[in-house]
């Protein structure tokens, strides 16, 4: 017990792991508010960086820059209507029309605070559970993810706006632009025109800053000279009386973040998705209507996407096994730094798990610190005049896309997507569901195949083992039950048994 | 964050000063490595530990950039169309070599320059915990008297699980499912939760997890027992006549255009074959589950035309639909 409470109290009281962990989540913060730049790409850059450090110390600053980064993807998506990051996609969607009502600052006040109690919570989780939680997430068969896959197209109905026929236009067309590339199985070319360039697909993150940051900023031009909003900066940090309020809204979206998150298929983008998705439906009245300016629009994704950091961790540090793509490249770190991540390291490296929860605390912390100071000049940049923004607006997105991979192809197609997603946009299509069918498109080839294969392509196995299975025909239910709720099928039903 | 950016500059001022003095010795400035695998993967571990001990015998810095995708085609098309001055390197695995037999593109390791061929991944046949079999001859026997049953899992076509059914199936018959995953990493995570029945696996993926006591190893793909997985038998305990094909399994080398000027050739290979034989990094490939090469000149050359010609052979031999072009036609000779 001793043992426990020292390895976790490690990084708080040496004062170089105190520094690096409040570096790392300070940088965090502005690696996730650049789109394109990414978590992952700074905590494997991070690997050469701290070759040559202790193990410890190379942790400490790739926590702060995991538990930084994915709440800065919420400052761009706020303020400027880009996502940082595609776990960010859905605050954007209350987030920045709190900004032009000028409340910009109390938007990103709220969304610090709750980032940082749905982070807690998910270190809390995974310090109480992550045995559990790890055996569960095992659990999840390919048959199963496909199922969260389906569920997550149901998704389309809150992310459609006015029209729900241009949405499921808008998943499908999502869906296609996912499996661009080179076929999982069978390594042929799918819909690569022949092109070499192609043969990696289409980066979703590429997809994103076309539609969310280039687009956004060509649809700007439409009111060029119209005189910015004058934020009110006065009331930044939320009182209590409205975080208590939100406090059962946030447990709740924690959870579905940490469980999430815990999944080794699934991160933050899906859990900040289904967590909105869950504000939506159970929130009877928000204090703005959803889409326009609802704080509990803010709460739930950035409640889910912290949570989902402590789940990332619960397989790595159980099993081994990455629960999303920076726990994978932190294994990485683990293993180039002699370590061996495994099912073994929690016994041959005892401090490893404690100090992790430990560094994860105070990194969020650290982030109530930061995110709340300098709110202030953050929010005026939605006072800086359009004609200065919106050409630096395209620059950063020229950027983060070329840091991506590098590659200069990849500029292209976001330009495309900009000035596609425009005209989308002058069209009344909301740019949400594309970006879910881009995300789940990929999901649901890759585990639909899995799953009839370990039937052996036999549609009937395949049916029977959605029954047979407790964790399938739970969820098997649950689609039943969205589709029965939210679609014309259940007034349909009514009328005829009223008839009768 | 910062190197994508400053990169550029660098690669500017650098040709500035190129200019004013072409004489200089080489390196003189920053150089380009591309890891044509992810951040986090196998291919990336491994540069990404041996780098620094190039950096310091070089006396520069390597840029090190992902351009993962296509199964590495993109990055290694990124370093092909690079000027070959010696100041762009790529970091890569051994699927180059099947490019031409899979359709995927035209060129292979052939068409450049092998600094240095560093290692080669040893692999492993595991299966659960919980699993009825205990050796490899066990699954055999009962896949034999149920064919088509046993779900294996596969990382697609041309990856190395898909390899290692053809050279099961070049000399024996096993008639599995084949479950497809993004790579050991979900592979694994199935097998931990019972989805699939055995998986042949990098040890470097796998070992830990044997190990820790979460999956057994059914044989390791060796004709010998390996040091580093006591108990588990070769898989020529089953299969015999799989010794043609031995030693087999994943690697990894550091490539140049083949256009590079000599001097930069010799300072490159000179700087690897010392940077792998480094005491650290040695003992980072131990760990790792891999078994050191540091293969240079006339002997890398052999070494990847061998293993182009075993592979793409057994791969023929076990099914010759997936393939694009048959050996054959592509000039590979027969093991």
Not at chain 1, 164 to 193: E, H, K, N, Y
Not at chain 2, 103 to 121: C, E, K, P, R, S
Not at chain 2, 191 to 217: C, N, T, V, W, Y
Request: proline share 6%; hydrophobic share 50%.
């Amino acid at each position: 017990m001793s043992d426990t409470f020292s390895y976790f109290l490690m990084a708080w009281l040496d004062p170089q792991l105190l520094l690096l962990t409040a570096v790392g989540t300070l940088a965090g913060i502005y690696v996730g508010a650049i789109p394109g730049l990414s978590v992952t790409m700074a905590v494997s850059i991070l690997i050469s960086f701290t070759f040559s450090w202790d193990i410890n110390n190379a942790l400490a600053l790739m926590v702060g820059i995991y538990v930084g980064g994915v709440y800065g993807g919420s400052r761009t998506a706020i303020l400027l209507n880009i996502p940082g990051a595609p776990s960010a996609v859905t605050t954007a969607f209350d987030g920045y029309p709190l900004a032009q009502r000028g409340e910009a600052g109390r938007a990103i006040g709220l969304s610090t605070v709750m980032s940082v109690i749905g982070g807690l919570l998910g270190t809390l989780v995974l310090a109480g559970t992550a045995p559990y939680l790890a055996d569960m997430a095992l659990e999840f068969a390919p048959r199963d993810y496909f199922l969260i896959a389906v569920l997550g197209l149901l998704l389309v109905s809150t992310l459609s706006g006015k029209s729900l026929a241009r949405g499921i236009f808008s998943v499908a067309l999502g869906g296609i632009i996912g499996l661009v590339g080179m076929d999982t199985v069978t390594a042929q070319p799918r819909l690569t025109l022949g092109s070499m360039e192609l043969l990696g697909g289409i980066h979703y993150v590429v997809v994103m800053i076309g539609l969310f940051g280039a687009a956004e900023a060509f649809y700007q031009l439409h009111n060029l000279n119209q005189v910015p909003i004058k934020q009110k900066v006065d009331k930044i940090i939320p009182p209590f009386k409205m975080v208590l309020k939100y406090l059962p809204l946030s447990m709740r979206t924690s959870i579905i973040g940490v469980v999430v998150g815990a999944l080794p298929g699934t991160g933050g983008d899906i859990a900040s998705l289904f967590a909105y998705d869950h504000a939506k439906r159970t929130v009877k009245n928000p204090s703005s209507p959803f889409g326009e300016g609802a704080y509990e629009g803010l709460v739930a994704p950035e409640t889910a996407n912290n949570a989902a950091v402590g789940g990332a961790y619960v397989p790595m540090l159980t099993l081994g096994m990455p629960g999303d793509a920076v726990t994978a490249v932190i294994i990485g770190a683990l293993v180039i730094h002699g370590l061996n991540p495994g099912p073994m390291l929690m016994i041959e490296t005892p401090h490893i798990f404690w100090f992790t929860v430990g560094n994860l605390a105070l990194a969020n912390l650290f982030l109530l610190l930061f995110g709340l100071t300098g709110i202030r000049v953050f929010s005026k940049v939605v006072e800086v005049p359009k004609a200065l923004m919106i050409p630096l607006i395209l620059v950063l997105c020229v950027v983060g896309t070329y840091s991506i991979n590098s590659n200069m192809m990849e500029v292209y197609w976001m330009l495309g997507f900009g000035i596609f997603g425009y005209w989308l946009k002058v069209f009344g299509f909301q740019m949400g569901p594309i970006i879910l069918g881009v995300i789940l498109g990929p999901l649901l080839d890759e585990t639909y195949r899995q799953a009839m294969s370990s039937v052996g392509d036999d549609a009937g196995q395949f049916l029977l083992a959605l029954l047979a299975n407790p964790l399938s025909l739970v969820l098997t239910l649950v689609i039943v039950l969205v589709l029965l709720s939210q679609t014309p099928l259940k007034p349909w039903v009514r009328r005829r048994l009223s008839r009768q | 964050m910062f190197k994508p950016i400053l990169a550029p500059i660098a690669l500017v001022v650098g040709t500035l000063a190129l200019a004013g003095n072409a004489h200089a010795d080489y390196p003189e400035r920053n150089i380009q490595a591309t890891i044509q695998w992810g951040a986090g993967g196998a291919t990336d571990n491994v540069a990404r530990s041996l780098t620094p001990h190039v950096e310091d015998i070089l006396d520069t810095t390597l840029v090190l950039t992902n351009r993962p995708g296509g199964t590495g085609v993109i990055g290694m098309n990124h370093v092909m169309r690079q000027r070959p001055d010696g100041y762009n390197l790529l970091y890569g695995a051994e699927n180059p070599q099947l490019y031409p037999l899979m359709g995927l593109a035209d060129f292979t390791y052939d068409d450049m320059h092998a600094v240095n061929i560093i290692g080669q991944g040893l692999v492993v046949i595991a299966a659960p915990a919980e699993s009825p079999f205990d050796s490899f001859a066990e699954l055999l026997e009962h896949a034999q008297e149920n064919p088509g049953e046993l779900r294996m899992g596969g990382t697609g076509a041309g990856g190395l699980p898909s390899t290692v059914l053809a050279m099961i199936n070049a000399v024996d018959e096993l008639d599995v499912r084949n479950v497809t995953f993004g790579g050991d990493g979900p592979g694994i995570t199935a097998m931990l939760g019972g989805h699939i029945d055995f998986m042949p696996l990098s040890l470097a993926a796998a070992g830990e997890q044997i190990r820790g006591g979460e999956m057994k190893g059914l044989a390791v793909v060796s004709a010998e027992e390996l040091d580093s997985l006591q108990g588990v038998p070769p898989i020529t305990e089953a299969l015999p006549d799989i010794e043609s094909f031995l030693p087999w399994g994943p690697f990894w080398g550091v490539f140049v255009h083949q256009d590079t000027p000599d001097e930069a050739k010799k300072t490159l290979t000179a700087a690897y074959e010392e940077a792998v034989a480094n005491e650290d990094f040695q003992e980072f490939l131990q760990n790792f589950g891999a078994e050191a090469l540091n293969l240079t000149g006339e002997e890398a050359e052999q070494y990847l035309d061998n293993w182009q010609s075993v592979t793409a052979w057994s791969m023929y031999e076990a099914d010759a639909d997936i393939l694009e072009s048959t050996p054959e036609e592509l000039g590979i000779p027969r093991p």
